[in-house]
């Protein structure tokens, strides 16, 4: 997770496919979300934004993927917060 002019940029991995939407903790220094949105047409994208978006409490257009648009390896840009914001929310919402 590092800090950038605009906000904050940090690594995602996507289970796209899943059951539910759900953060489920990390792996190799990135957060793991598992999304019941296929990865067909965008629409894991579309859910990833949506999730994140509700889940830091940030408008959809606050929030960015800047790299790995088709690859489940992604980096999210969200603006108008810091890392150490993001990490205290991260903190609440992951798994023990």
Do not use: H
Request: charged share 20%; glycine share 6%; no cysteine.
């Amino acid at each position: 997770m590092t800090d950038s002019p605009a906000g904050v940029v940090f690594a995602v991995r996507v289970i796209p496919r899943a059951r539910k939407t759900e953060v489920a903790g990390t792996r190799d220094g990135a957060l793991v979300v598992r999304l019941s949105a296929p990865p067909v047409d965008g629409a894991a994208n579309v859910a990833l934004i949506a999730y994140l978006s509700s889940l830091l409490d940030r408008p959809k257009r606050d929030v960015a993927i800047v790299a790995g648009q088709t690859s489940r390896e992604k980096r999210i840009a969200v603006s108008g917060v810091t890392a150490a914001q993001l990490t205290v929310t991260l903190s609440d919402i992951l798994p023990a």
